[in-house]
Structures are given as structure tokens and as C-alpha cells.
């Protein structure tokens, strides 16, 4: 088969944007090096926001059959400060195994006609050279063989290191941001909680949240400044997480290590432009800063969402490059805002002296909650200037979400 897509990373962006394409009738081809159900080092919490992408891309089903657990919101805190954030009544974020999320959206993929090969890794991709040429993708084979395809689009889904993104010399610059995070999945015999927890201090995040709706299973997530810290982690990145928790949480013999560790980072990946001709790129490898907010699966399956109309109006034989401008602009007038805010609670976040006092402050105000809407992508950026102002309709098909969501379910 003469595939007209190929699409490089069978992550959230990937798998969604080619099923999304095989839906329109195209002709699909996603590679990824891993085998699936495969570990991925993640927070694994989805926000609203995402929730609501999957319910607009009819994905929310295959996600609510993991059981996810519920998350109302974000509790942070530090040695002196602790404000709770909470997305609204009704309205939750989930919080689910990224394991068992992408083998379920690439399920759905394969469902929806794309055809998947696993175990499969590129090497290269050039963009194509001029009118009527195509670009190339290089690929090596688990068994050792070597090809080269030549789709019509290729489609650089492939993450915070992506080959395509390198390929196409779409990378500005090294990480200025330097962090690496490990996490752990947690057999943890504690009351589960409908808020995730953020303890931040001393140049290191530890975050917390359910990963499942019944199931004593937590995520447990390290985020530490790689100057400081780097070699502890190095050296011995399960300790280094244990010796966290247990000055952050207390010693606890219910609580147990039963995944990971799995080291990440850095965090601070831009690009020059999503596309080169032939090529686009879509999730973490269309650039990423998201060293504290966690909203990489929402933006992954944005991406994914605002891509797959470039393309498919490209194969309908629109002009290229205009519909990859289009979508560069758009990309950067909804992602731009939320970036602005991402770095300014990086900044704040990394002076206790101002950090403390803003968040006792928003504890006293719950001002916490119009930041935690922002983040958690149901609120305007701006929202956090004018609350008041903020009058906007529910998404359409949203009040159907939630209650799917919440299902028999009290804590949403």
C-alpha cells in the first residue's frame, strides 16, 4: 500500500491525528520504535480541558473504560504556604496510567483504519525539495531492515527529542530551562483524593494524584533543578525519588514503588516553526515548556486536532504552504498566552521569598482557582486579569462531557 500520510510517534498527538485522517479516507502509516502497552515517564493527569478535546474527538469512551480517577482540582504546597484550586462545580480533570492511555488511543487509531507498525524506528526525514516532490522518511526495522517511504505528508509526532523536529532543523536552541523529573507509579494504602498535590520547595516539585477510580494507584512524580541535582538523580534515581517522599509525605509502609523510576527532561524545547515543506509537526515535538503546569495531552491533542484539517485540506489539494502557515498561526495565537503564563509561575515558583507570600495570599483569596481554570484549560489567560469579565459559553457538547464523566461518580 501506497500510504499517503506517515505519521512518526504513536503518543496522543500521533495516534489522534492519524485516526482523525484515516477518518477523512486517507491512507495512514504510523511508526513507533516501542511495542505497546509501553511505559512512558508522564504525570498522568489529563486536565478538563483535555477532557473535553477527547469528548469533541470521540475518544473520551475508550479513556473512561480505564477507570481513571477524578481530580476536582490542585492542592500546592510549601514549608510555609498551601492553597487549594478548584476547576468548578461538576467539572474535573482525570487522572489515568499513561501506559494503559496511549495503548488505548492508538487502538482507537488502528480502529479507525490506520494502519500501525510498532517496534519500528526513523532515522531521518527530509522535507521534499520542490513543487510535486515528496518528502522522505528513512526507517529501520526491528529485524534489521532498512527502507525509505515517501508519503505525501509526514507528520513529526514523535516528542520532546523528536527526530522529525531535528530532521528539518525546526530546533532553536538547547534547553535554557534545565529540570529532570522522575516518576514513579505508587501502591499507596492511603484515602484516594479528589485533588492532586503539588509540594514545591528547595528547587524541587513533588507532585501526587490518583491514577485510578477505585484502585490504590498513585502517580508520584519528582521535578528537581538538574544543577543541583542532577548527580543525586544519576546516581541513583529511585532513592533520590524515596528520599523525596519520604521527607515530603513522612516514612509510610503502605506506600510502595511498583513502577518505574523513569527519568525525563529538560523541559524546554522551542522550535523554529511546526512544519517544513511536506512536513508538520504536532504535541511536544511543535515545541514545549511545561515544566510545572501539566498541560502536555491537552495541547497534544490540540495540535493533533488543529493539524489534521491542514493536512487533509493539503491532500484535497489546497496549496501547501499556505495551510501550514495557517496553521503555525493559529497554533501560535492559542498557545502563546498560555506559554506567558507557564513562565511567569515558573518564575514565582522559583523565589520563595515572593512564592510564599503570593500563594498564603491566594489560600486566604481562593484565588487559586481562577489560576488552576487557566492551567487546567477551561478559562481564557484573560480570566486572571478580568474574572468578572469572563462570560463565556460552555463549549459545545462540555455538559454532556461531565456527565459522562461523573457517571455515579460524587467526587466530580
Known sequence: ????????????????????????????????????PRPKPCGECLSPGAVVA???????????????????????RTSRAEAVGRFGDGICGLGVR????????????????????????????????????????????SGGTCRTLQPRIVVGADGLRSVVARSIGAVTRRPRLRKVSITCGLD???????????????????GLAPVHRTERRWNATVVADAERYGAAVSAGPDGFARQVM??????????TIVGGPRASGP???????????????????????????????HRALRTAELAHGAVDRVLQGNRQEDELVAYQKRLEREIAPGRRVQR??????ARPRIRDPILAGLGRSRGLDALVRVTGDIAPVSSLV???SWTRAPEAGSAGVWARVRGADSSC
Not at 494504602?189 to 479528589?194: G, H, K, R, S, Y
Not at 511567569?344 to 515558583?349: G, K, N, P, R, Y
Open 344 to 349: 511567569a509561575i515558573e518564575a514565582v515558583m
Open 246 to 255: 519520604d521527607a515530603r509525605l513522612g516514612q509510610d509502609r503502605g506506600r
Open 188 to 206: 499507596w494504602d492511603t484515602p484516594l483524593d479528589a485533588l492532586g498535590m503539588l509540594h514545591v520547595d528547595d528547587g524541587i516539585t513533588l
Open 54 to 76: 477527547l469528548g469533541r474527538l470521540g475518544l473520551l469512551d475508550d479513556v473512561l473504560a480505564l477507570e481513571p480517577a477524578r481530580l476536582r482540582g490542585w492542592r500546592i
Open 386 to 388: 478580568h474574572p468578572r
Open 267 to 297: 523541559f524546554d524545547w522551542p522550535v523554529r516553526r511546526p512544519w517544513a515543506s511536506g512536513v508538520i509537526l504536532v504535541g511536544d515535538a511543535a515545541g514545549y515548556f511545561d515544566p510545572f503546569t501539566g498541560q502536555g495531552i
Open 98 to 141: 499513561r501506559t494503559d492511555l496511549d495503548a488505548a488511543l492508538l487502538s482507537a487509531a488502528r480502529r479507525r483504519g490506520v494502519e500501525v507498525e510498532e517496534g519500528t524506528r526513523v532515522t531521518s526525514v527530509t522535507p521534499a525539495t520542490g513543487p510535486g516532490r515528496r518528502p522522505c522518511v528513512d526507517v529501520a526495522g
Open 1 to 36: 500500500m501506497i500510504h499517503e500520510v506517515v505519521v512518526v510517534g504513536g503518543g496522543p498527538s500521533g495516534s489522534t491525528i492519524a485516526g482523525l485522517l484515516a477518518l477523512r479516507g486517507w491512507r495512514v502509516l504510523l511508526l513507533d520504535r516501542a511495542r505497546f
